[in-house]
Every structure is written in C-alpha cells, then in structure tokens.
C-alpha cells in the first residue's frame, strides 16, 4: 500500500507540475501512420528512411500527390485554466523550378473532428478547426512565407519570411488557458541548421484570444497543400508536442527519439502507461 500510496503522490505530482514533451522523429517505420490519419483518396505523403534532419528519417512531402490533411489520432483533454499544450514540426523549403506557379504550403492546427475530410487547402472541413496558422508561399509570392487565417478565431504570423532552397524551417503554435474563455496563442518560426538546432527566429506572434470554444477536446492536424507547385518543400521531420495536460492515446514513439522536460516527467508516463495496462 506505501508502494501504491508513494507512485500516486509522485504521478499527482508530475503530471500537475511538468510537461511532457515527445517528438515524432519519424526515425521508426510507421511512426507517422500509428499517430496520423488521413482522410486523403489520393496517394497519400510516406514515410522514409532518410531525407530528413541531420539524413534521418522523415516524411517525404513528394510522395504524395495531392493536398491533404493529417489528422493526430491522439488527442488533448480540454485544458484547464494555467495549461497549455503545442505542436510544431521541420520542414524542408524546395524551390521547385518546375512546379506549377500556385501556392502551397505546410499548415499546423487544432481540430475536433479527427476523421474530416480536407478542404482544398488541408483544412478540415468538419467539426471545429482549432486556431491555426494558414502558411503559403510561392514565386508569386516573391519567395516569401506569408500567413494568414480561418477557422474559429484569426491568428497568424503576420509577417512575410524569405526562405532558402533545401533551408530546414520549424514552425509552430501554442495554446495556454489564462482564464475560463481565454486563451494566448502563439505562433513561431524558426530557421533550423540541418541537424534541427533552432538558429534564428524569423517570425513570431502572440496574443490573447477570447473563445470557448477550445474547452472540448483537440486533435493536432497538419495540412499539406499543393506538392508539384513551384515553391513547395521535401521533407517533414520531428512533430513534437507537448503539454501540461493529458494526452489520450500516443502511440509512443523508441525510447531514443522520446524527449522529456526531465526524468521525473518520463518517469510519470511510464507509471501511467503501466496503470493502463
Ligand atoms: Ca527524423
């Protein structure tokens, strides 16, 4: 019973005072696939065995023929007031002399309707989308990343980003509940050295938001429109996540590519895991 009493103070203590942090390093077959879904008809993006940061696996953006959403199997609790929960990937910027000249674009978000369909650009198309960033870029855009929004409540970048061809990019977005019907959400974008080490901050927003209608449960998607355009991008690598809340479902990547906050934060998990056995 001192055993049982000992784990359930430590899990308490963990899981109401630390983040967990996992990133998907896609290092792993069907990493992507035991954590993402897709709604896609078309030939959907895959997984390989390089490509990616540092020439570690990734998803290859190429392999796809089409636009399409990835909807997280996994899901958020709704979050409490003082929780907040992030996702953000890498990816690979091509200027693709031979594309089509329209836009495209790599889009992170959260949603409510894990199995939706993708509209034109990605985004689901039912349920409730989830704040997100709306990434576009294109030689008609003068190589520029821009950004704009939809969905429950505007948000974005705001700002224009020049990119380098085979540059690796990270971009992310973060929820944080202050109060019952408000929220901050954060946007960020960073350049990566090709072993994923953040170099420089290109574009950052933050801001509060009142809305509602993030307290229900969240699924993370990623949108990944128009591979055969002019500007597009190769490689997707690392989805990381975090939150301070509960995540139902991951499918947990090795034990090599799993990121903590710390020790004591792992080793909540681990106790978790082992209590829903
Ligand atoms: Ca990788």
């Known amino acids: 019973m001192k055993t049982v009493i000992t784990f359930s103070f430590l899990l308490f203590f963990c899981l109401s005072s630390f983040s967990e942090i996992f990133t998907l390093d896609l290092n792993s077959p069907n990493q992507f696939t035991d954590n993402f879904q897709t709604s896609y008809t078309g030939t959907p993006v895959s997984q390989q065995s390089d ?23 996994f899901s958020f609790d709704p979050i409490d007031v003082g929780v907040s929960l992030s996702l953000s990937y890498a990816f690979q910027y091509h200027d693709n002399d031979a594309g089509i000249k329209s836009s495209s674009g790599v889009k992170i978000g959260f949603c409510t309707d894990p199995t939706s369909p993708s509209d034109q650009s990605g985004m689901p198309s039912s349920g409730l989308l989830g704040d997100l960033g709306m990434w576009s870029w294109g030689t008609h855009l003068s190589d520029t990343l821009s950004s704009g929004s939809s969905g429950m409540i505007s948000g974005g970048l705001g700002n224009a980003i020049s990119m380098t061809d085979y540059g690796w990019y990270e971009i992310g977005l973060a929820l944080s509940r202050t109060a019952d019907t408000t929220y901050d959400i954060t946007y960020s974008f960073w350049s990566l050295n090709d072993d994923g080490e953040k170099d420089t901050q290109l574009g950052f927003n933050t801001g509060a938001h009142d809305s509602s209608k ?64």
């Open 214 to 277: 993030f307290n229900t449960t969240l699924y993370p998607f990623l949108a990944l429109e128009n591979p055969g355009a002019e500007a597009t991008f190769n490689a997707l690598d690392n989805i990381t996540l975090s939150s301070t809340g509960t995540i139902n479902d991951l499918a947990i990547p090795e034990p090599s590519s799993l990121t903590l906050a710390g020790f004591i934060a792992a080793f909540a998990f681990f106790i978790r895991r082992r209590m829903m056995i």
């Open 51 to 73: 490509g990616g940061l540092g020439g570690s696996g990734s998803i290859d953006f190429t392999s796809g023929d089409g636009t399409q959403g990835w909807h997280t199997k």
